[in-house]
């Protein structure tokens, strides 16, 4: 058994050696490289051809390293051909290591001897301009294109920042040449030799870490995380080369057993005679969570990620097991339940992952530890599962074969429990939506009695508000009732007209009208007895809106404007106080307006020939004497007197905006007889408030309207 | 201080006690100080002896027969393997036996064998008596002890045993997977020489194929 076995280990010798050698000579290269711009010399090929030499080829040219290659390779055959026993292999690794040894020493010697140290400050020097990418270009050497790599090496040169750039440069250039010869064997070499080639490596950097004096000041911890790393990252680079390469066919192999797996969906946890509750919902969540963590592996590219992903599901079958018995899991339990899961979870390419982190992982990682217990486990499980018979389930071969063959199909336990899962979730989700709904319903109807309650006290509230303002409005009512006394005096009638007038307002419930009818003159009053702070709002506007067309309408007009306009300015602030106290009188004149107008205006524009005409003329020339009596009594008879396209602008708008132009318009002439005069001249409004309300009785008298109290009288 | 790393195995039929052996131990001693993976079938865990601190790494392995294939898988590269049955089955005796022969023609390396004998509080049902069970034992070089992991008799004396076995091993053997350190100053300095661990590694990983441990196949076939 020996013989064979060391004739491979003296391969492996030799090939330390040659690592060595290249490594040692590409060390050699690279350190003198920072005084290549001193010496020119140093580009050319080492074999001294003439020409230029390339870092990638160990410092020579591209043909004489073909040549060298070639040679190293045929040399090294020659070795293992002679390697006929232990006790040569034995002594050649002995001279091997004392080889190294001398290599080590004289390497460190040269470092001294060459301008190492005195190219040292000038590479610092230089490096200090930009600290990451200096080591990329003397050691990057990029054959791999791997961005996870690339990755890795930036999270390399930031983490180790703190070692300095000697040994950052140093792992790197070891680690771009392990990288390269993998590369360089991919094709022409069995996996197994790489793995070999990648296991030497490993262990040459355990020894050069322990060994050379860059590494000194380097703590053991931090030693083992650079050899750590140097796996994890040169593995990530060479991953696409050496995870399930093409040269084995261990695709096949994964193929099988994703059949062989789909083929066993059959045995179940009870089959395996493992404690694995399927039923149960929390057993379950951490079975997912144990293949969860299984199917991680494929997507990790070092060993050692990918043994945490294994370390990470085995942990959580324990958990499990814990979950299902209690108290410490046995391996006798814990394997078949690793069985379970790996069956369950038929993990992609899951061979290839097995042998790739196999060969490729450090050997010290699969022997012992945790990882290595429980990949060992992982191992186990796969092969029972390759080669699992009737006899490993305990049950009768005839059973087994109609299972596998498929003319017997049990619903397992948790295929089943799967669908009922499926369904479970589902109605736990409906249940949880319509709980949801049903809650939101339940806050809808609340808002909406709210609502309603709301609604109900804003109802009450404006019906109070509402008839308090109808309370004050007879109250306002009473003065113009005084008025109407007043007003009697030039006919008697007038005072049940007002009545009904007034009768006729309350019956009006409508705010708006109510607010429109009272405004410009009841209004003032009520406010400041209500508090309506609304109406106090409308006022302004409304009274600024009356204002205008007024005053426009009497733009176009003749001279005696002047005066009026003189006078409308001043009104208005006036007004309101005036009118406040002579409510009625403007209640008498809106309902009036309304209905008055529109015949009244009518026939003036058409002719002066009317007979109103002629009677407003009449008032007219009183007015010019006592000025307000005739302007208040009607604007109408203004406007008839006036031109005809004054009237024209009154017709034009609309009846509400005339009556309230009207409204202001008429206390604005007021103004200049305070208080005496101003009730004799509402007497004259009040008579055709009067004859308003007589309309459904005459309605002829519509021209003696405009005429004096005393011709309608006639008419009728 | 030296520190030597050890590898141990437990062997045994299902159901005689391998779990409760171990993690009695672990609890017994290390739960105060340091929590191992209790409740795993994986245990580290460090013996102090005189100036040498060893570190067990203990797997425990399934026992049940259809596992039987899959065990070379665990032994490999173990520096003890500790052999349990139940002394009240006699059954457990002889499939220990079985275990032994396995050990036997599966390792070349030096390994401590220790023969244990669980449920020594059921002495009422003993099957297997102490005499035949140290014959054995001394016929196949190994120790034989009794314990009871239940009752926690003489469970601390084994490891401590091989933990001292372990010790000796590493001074006068060097061509084994023990791994030796020395603290001196304060790096570690390999004792057993590096390139002999590569040459064992090497070995392992040429023969480290699934199917052949797995069958059971011994090693030396492979290789030749």
Same mark, same amino acid.
């Given at each position: 058994?020996?013989?064979?076995?060391?004739?491979?280990?003296?391969?492996?010798?030799?090939?330390?050696?040659?690592?060595?050698?290249?490594?040692?000579?590409?060390?050699?290269?690279?350190?003198?490289?920072?005084?290549?711009?001193?010496?020119? +010399?140093?580009?050319?090929?080492?074999?001294?051809?003439?020409?230029?030499?390339?870092?990638?080829?160990?410092?020579?040219?591209?043909?004489?390293?073909?040549?060298?290659?070639?040679?190293?390779?045929?040399?090294?055959?020659?070795?293992?051909?002679?390697?006929?026993?232990?006790?040569?292999?034995?002594?050649?690794?002995?001279?091997?290591?004392?080889?190294?040894?001398?290599?080590?020493?004289?390497?460190?010697?040269? %470092?001294?001897?060459?301008?190492?140290?005195?190219?040292?400050?000038?590479?610092?020097?230089?490096?200090?301009?930009?600290?990451?990418?200096?080591?990329?270009?003397?050691?990057?050497?990029?054959?791999?294109?791997?961005?996870?790599?690339?990755?890795?090496?930036?999270?390399?040169?930031?983490?180790?920042?703190?070692?300095?750039?000697?040994?950052?440069?140093?792992?790197?250039?070891?680690?771009?040449?392990?990288?390269?010869?993998?590369?360089?064997?991919?094709?022409?070499?069995?996996?197994?030799?790489?793995?070999?080639?990648?296991?030497?490596?490993?262990?040459?950097?355990?020894?050069?870490?322990?060994?050379?004096?860059?590494?000194?000041?380097?703590?053991?911890?931090?030693?083992?995380?650079?050899?750590?790393?140097?796996?994890?990252?040169?593995?990530?680079?060479?991953?696409?080369?050496?995870?399930?390469?093409?040269?084995?066919?261990?695709?096949?192999?994964?193929?099988?057993?994703?059949?062989?797996?789909?083929?066993?969906?059959?045995?179940?946890?009870?089959?395996?005679?493992? #404690?694995?509750?399927?039923?149960?919902?929390?057993?379950?969540?951490?079975?997912?969570?144990?293949?969860?963590?299984?199917?991680?592996? %494929?997507?990790?590219?070092?060993?050692?990620?990918?043994?945490?992903?294994?370390?990470?599901?085995?942990?959580?079958?324990?958990?499990?097991?814990?979950?299902?018995?209690?108290?410490?899991?046995?391996?006798?339990?814990?394997?078949?339940?690793?069985?379970?899961?790996?069956?369950?979870?038929?993990? +992609?390419?899951?061979?290839?992952?097995?042998?790739?982190?196999?060969?490729?992982?450090?050997?010290?990682?699969?022997?012992?530890?945790?990882?290595?217990?429980?990949?060992?486990?992982?191992?186990?499980?796969?092969?029972?599962?390759?080669?699992?018979?009737?006899?490993?389930?305990?049950?009768?071969?005839?059973?087994?074969?109609?299972?596998?063959?498929?003319?017997?199909?049990?619903?397992?336990?948790?295929?089943?429990?799967?669908?009922?899962?499926?369904?479970?979730?589902?109605? #736990?989700?409906?249940?949880?939506?319509?709980?949801?709904?049903?809650?939101? /319903?339940?806050?809808?109807?609340?808002?909406?009695?709210?609502?309603?309650?709301?609604? /109900?006290?804003?109802?009450?509230?404006?019906?109070?508000?509402?008839?308090?303002?109808?309370?004050?409005? @007879?109250?306002?009512?009473?003065?113009?009732?005084?008025?109407?006394? $007043?007003?009697?005096?030039?006919?008697?009638?007038?005072?049940?007209?007002?009545?009904?007038?007034?009768?006729?307002?309350?019956?009006?419930?409508?705010?708006?009208?109510?607010?429109?009818?009272?405004?410009?003159?009841?209004?003032?009053? #009520?406010?400041?007895?209500?508090?309506?702070?609304? %109406?106090?709002?409308?006022?302004?506007?409304?009274?600024?809106?009356?204002?205008?067309?007024?005053?426009?309408?009497?733009?176009?007009?003749?001279?005696?404007?002047?005066?009026?306009?003189?006078?409308?300015?001043? /009104?208005?602030?006036?007004?309101?106080?005036?009118?406040? +106290?002579?409510?009625?009188?403007?209640?008498?004149?809106?309902?009036?307006?309304?209905?008055?107008? $529109?015949?009244?205006?009518?026939?003036?524009?058409?002719?002066?020939?009317?007979?109103?005409?002629?009677?407003?003329?009449?008032?007219?020339?009183?007015?010019?004497?006592?000025?307000?009596?005739?302007?208040?009594?009607? @604007?109408?008879?203004?406007?008839?007197?006036?031109?005809?396209?004054?009237?024209?602008?009154?017709?034009?708008?609309?009846?509400?905006?005339?009556?309230?132009?009207?409204?202001?318009?008429? @206390?604005?002439?007021?103004?200049?007889?305070?208080?005496?005069?101003?009730?004799?001249?509402?007497?004259?409004?009040?008579?055709?408030?009067?004859?308003?309300?007589?309309?459904?009785?005459?309605?002829?008298?519509?021209?003696?309207?405009?005429?004096?109290?005393?011709?309608?009288?006639?008419?009728? | 201080? =030296?520190?030597?790393?050890?590898?141990?195995?437990?062997?045994?039929?299902?159901?005689?006690?391998?779990?409760?052996?171990?993690? =009695? !131990?672990?609890?017994?001693?290390?739960?105060?100080?340091?929590?191992?993976?209790?409740?795993?079938?994986?245990?580290?865990?460090?013996?102090?002896?005189?100036?040498? &601190?060893?570190?067990?790494?203990?797997?425990?392995?399934?026992?049940?027969? =259809?596992?039987?294939?899959?065990?070379?898988?665990? !032994?490999?590269?173990?520096?003890?393997?500790?052999?349990?049955?139940?002394?009240?089955?006699?059954?457990?005796?002889?499939?220990?036996?079985?275990?032994?022969?396995?050990?036997? =023609?599966?390792?070349?390396?030096?390994?401590?064998?220790?023969?244990?004998?669980?449920?020594?509080?059921?002495?009422?049902?003993?099957?297997?008596?102490?005499?035949?069970?140290?014959?054995?034992?001394?016929?196949?070089?190994?120790? !034989?002890?009794?314990?009871?992991?239940?009752?926690?008799?003489?469970?601390?004396?084994?490891?401590?045993?091989?933990?001292?076995?372990?010790?000796?091993?590493?001074?006068?053997?060097?061509?084994?997977?023990?791994?030796? !350190?020395?603290?001196?100053?304060?790096?570690?300095?390999?004792?057993?020489?590096?390139?002999?661990?590569?040459?064992?590694?090497?070995?392992?990983?040429?023969?480290?194929?699934?199917?052949?441990?797995?069958?059971?196949?011994?090693?030396?076939?492979?290789? &030749?």
């Amino acid at each position: 058994m020996t013989l064979p076995l060391s004739g491979r280990i003296f391969i492996a010798n030799d090939n330390i050696c040659l690592i060595f050698k290249r490594s040692y000579k590409y060390i050699m290269y690279a350190t003198k490289q920072p005084s290549l711009r001193i010496n020119q +010399a140093d580009l050319q090929c080492k074999e001294g051809c003439g020409f230029y030499g390339n870092a990638d080829w160990d410092g020579y040219c591209s043909k004489c390293y073909r040549n060298h290659m070639e040679q190293a390779r045929r040399k090294k055959l020659k070795q293992a051909a002679n390697a006929q026993s232990g006790h040569q292999g034995e002594s050649s690794k002995s001279q091997v290591s004392g080889f190294t040894k001398f290599e080590e020493k004289k390497r460190q010697q040269t %470092d001294k001897k060459t301008k190492y140290f005195k190219s040292l400050p000038v590479f610092k020097k230089t490096s200090s301009a930009k600290d990451i990418g200096k080591p990329e270009k003397y050691a990057g050497l990029r054959q791999s294109n791997d961005p996870d790599a690339d990755k890795l090496k930036t999270e390399f040169l930031s983490k180790y920042k703190y070692l300095g750039d000697e040994i950052r440069r140093d792992f790197l250039r070891f680690s771009d040449s392990f990288i390269r010869q993998i590369l360089e064997d991919t094709n022409v070499k069995p996996v197994d030799e790489l793995a070999e080639i990648a296991q030497k490596r490993y262990n040459v950097y355990n020894t050069r870490i322990n060994s050379y004096h860059l590494y000194q000041q380097v703590s053991a911890e931090v030693r083992a995380e650079l050899e750590d790393f140097l796996e994890k990252y040169t593995m990530t680079a060479l991953y696409t080369s050496l995870f399930c390469p093409s040269s084995t066919n261990d695709e096949d192999k994964d193929l099988s057993i994703q059949d062989r797996i789909r083929k066993l969906t059959w045995v179940n946890a009870h089959h395996l005679d493992c #404690c694995i509750s399927e039923t149960s919902l929390e057993v379950r969540d951490l079975v997912y969570t144990a293949i969860n963590d299984l199917l991680g592996m %494929d997507s990790v590219k070092a060993p050692q990620e990918k043994l945490q992903c294994v370390v990470k599901c085995c942990r959580s079958v324990v958990e499990v097991l814990q979950h299902c018995q209690g108290g410490p899991v046995s391996a006798d339990e814990f394997l078949p339940a690793l069985i379970f899961v790996v069956l369950k979870a038929n993990p +992609a390419r899951l061979k290839s992952n097995i042998l790739y982190v196999t060969r490729f992982c450090k050997e010290s990682r699969l022997m012992q530890g945790e990882a290595g217990y429980y990949f060992t486990n992982l191992c186990c499980a796969v092969s029972f599962i390759e080669n699992l018979t009737a006899e490993s389930l305990n049950m009768p071969e005839q059973e087994f074969q109609s299972y596998m063959s498929g003319e017997m199909t049990t619903v397992s336990a948790w295929d089943s429990a799967l669908v009922a899962c499926e369904g479970m979730h589902q109605l #736990c989700e409906h249940l949880s939506l319509l709980n949801n709904l049903n809650e939101r /319903n339940i806050s809808i109807q609340e808002e909406k009695n709210k609502l309603m309650e709301e609604m /109900n006290a804003l109802k009450e509230d404006i019906k109070r508000k509402v008839s308090s303002v109808l309370e004050s409005t @007879p109250l306002v009512i009473k003065p113009r009732k005084s008025i109407s006394v $007043t007003d009697e005096k030039p006919s008697g009638g007038s005072l049940l007209s007002n009545i009904a007038i007034a009768t006729h307002n309350s019956e009006n419930i409508d705010k708006t009208k109510l607010t429109l009818d009272l405004t410009p003159c009841i209004k003032f009053p #009520c406010i400041i007895e209500d508090n309506i702070e609304e %109406d106090n709002v409308l006022k302004p506007s409304l009274s600024a809106d009356l204002l205008s067309p007024f005053e426009q309408s009497f733009e176009g007009t003749t001279p005696d404007d002047n005066s009026i306009l003189g006078l409308s300015k001043v /009104n208005y602030d006036i007004d309101l106080s005036d009118l406040s +106290a002579e409510n009625s009188m403007a209640e008498a004149l809106t309902p009036e307006k309304r209905f008055s107008p $529109t015949p009244s205006y009518t026939p003036d524009p058409f002719s002066p020939v009317g007979t109103t005409c002629t009677i407003t003329q009449q008032p007219l020339i009183p007015s010019s004497v006592p000025l307000q009596m005739t302007v208040q009594k009607e @604007p109408q008879q203004i406007k008839d007197d006036f031109v005809a396209p004054f009237l024209e602008d009154l017709t034009r708008e609309t009846a509400e905006e005339t009556l309230l132009d009207k409204i202001e318009a008429t @206390p604005t002439i007021n103004l200049p007889p305070p208080i005496n005069p101003i009730k004799t001249e509402y007497s004259g409004f009040s008579k055709q408030g009067w004859k308003i309300p007589s309309i459904p009785c005459n309605t002829g008298d519509y021209s003696s309207l405009s005429s004096q109290p005393g011709t309608s009288k006639q008419d009728e | 201080m =030296r520190t030597v790393c050890g590898k141990v195995v437990v062997l045994g039929l299902q159901g005689v006690g391998k779990t409760t052996t171990v993690t =009695r !131990y672990i609890q017994k001693t290390f739960i105060q100080t340091k929590t191992p993976t209790i409740g795993a079938s994986f245990f580290s865990c460090k013996v102090e002896i005189g100036d040498v &601190c060893v570190k067990l790494q203990i797997w425990d392995t399934a026992g049940q027969e =259809r596992f039987k294939a899959m065990a070379p898988m665990f !032994y490999r590269n173990a520096n003890a393997a500790l052999l349990l049955f139940d002394i009240t089955n006699y059954d457990s005796f002889e499939s220990m036996k079985g275990w032994v022969q396995e050990l036997r =023609r599966n390792v070349f390396e030096t390994m401590l064998l220790c023969v244990v004998g669980n449920k020594i509080d059921l002495h009422d049902m003993r099957k297997v008596s102490k005499d035949e069970a140290l014959q054995y034992a001394n016929s196949i070089g190994a120790t !034989y002890h009794e314990v009871s992991a239940k009752t926690d008799q003489g469970v601390g004396l084994v490891f401590e045993f091989i933990a001292h076995e372990l010790i000796k091993l590493s001074g006068e053997d060097l061509n084994h997977t023990l791994k030796v !350190y020395e603290n001196v100053e304060d790096h570690e300095v390999n004792k057993s020489s590096e390139q002999l661990a590569t040459e064992t590694g090497v070995v392992e990983n040429v023969n480290l194929s699934i199917d052949s441990i797995a069958h059971g196949k011994s090693i030396r076939s492979k290789c &030749c």
